[in-house]
């Protein structure tokens, strides 16, 4: 199969953009304090940020069962693979600047490049994803009611400790603006990949159909995702920091 780009999985990816860049927004605006939010605990903002994550993550794990199945070399896999990492620490960098107290050290791009990896070396397990996906979910809830049951006596805070924590295992939520560790978050990647297989297998016409110019343009920022995902934050900060400004 020769390797391609499919729009419609672009423009799924799109969405999740936009739909990011539209939480960043009211985020900033409450960061800034031109509107009042609780987005640490707020259902409504918690529930929207773990819907863009899964759905940035169903789409990377599709993404990989896709490239698996075209024959993508591994020299191809670690170019992109470098740019991932190599943007996890522009944004722990970033961050920090303006989070010394929160930043980010394991968020999405930093879960994504380790998840990369593990998907990348499993993607050709098929239907056994489906599994691998639902066990790993579930081992971050398992864990954590052992740790607040006590059950994992000291370890639990070898496991909430930050050289641990990448893990997901945790009883304690780190400080930090960002978190995204390996469970649930590779069950989740997981399952696109199984999905991913399952649409190459079952429906391709899927993958191939002719999208309307909306989905279109959003195909179009799916490709430059990372480009975007950089470049977005630093753009909002600027235009609500400039206007809480001018508004003082």
Not at 60 to 73: F, L, N, W
Not at 115 to 130: D, P
Not at 185 to 206: C, D, F, H, N, T
Request: hydrophobic share 55%.
């Amino acid at each position: 199969m020769t390797s391609q780009r499919f729009d419609s999985l672009d423009a799924l990816r799109g969405l999740a953009m936009v739909w990011m860049t539209l939480f960043h927004f009211v985020f900033d605006l409450n960061h800034f304090k031109l509107v009042t939010q609780d987005f640490y605990r707020d259902p409504f903002w918690t529930w929207q940020r773990t819907l863009i994550v899964s759905l940035f993550l169903l789409c990377a794990g599709m993404g990989q069962a896709i490239a698996t199945a075209q024959g993508q070399s591994w020299r191809r896999f670690w170019r992109r693979w470098a740019q991932v990492a190599g943007a996890a620490l522009l944004v722990s960098a970033g961050s920090w600047l303006v989070f010394p107290n929160s930043f980010i050290y394991f968020g999405v791009l930093h879960g994504l490049a380790l998840m990369l990896i593990v998907v990348r070396l499993t993607a050709h397990w098929g239907r056994w994803l489906w599994l691998l996906g639902a066990l790993a979910i579930a081992s971050r809830f398992i864990a954590e009611s052992a740790l607040q049951t006590g059950a994992m006596g000291q370890f639990a805070e070898t496991l909430n400790s930050m050289r641990w924590n990448w893990l997901g295992w945790i009883s304690q939520k780190p400080v930090t603006e960002d978190y995204v560790p390996l469970f649930p978050w590779l069950g989740v990647m997981w399952w696109g990949a199984a999905a991913g297989a399952w649409i190459l297998q079952q429906r391709p016409q899927w993958l191939v159909q002719t999208l309307p110019a909306p989905a279109q343009t959003l195909a179009w920022l799916g490709r430059w995702s990372l480009s975007y995902y950089l470049l977005h934050q630093p753009v909002l900060i600027a235009l609500v920091g400039g206007l809480s400004l001018l508004l003082k």
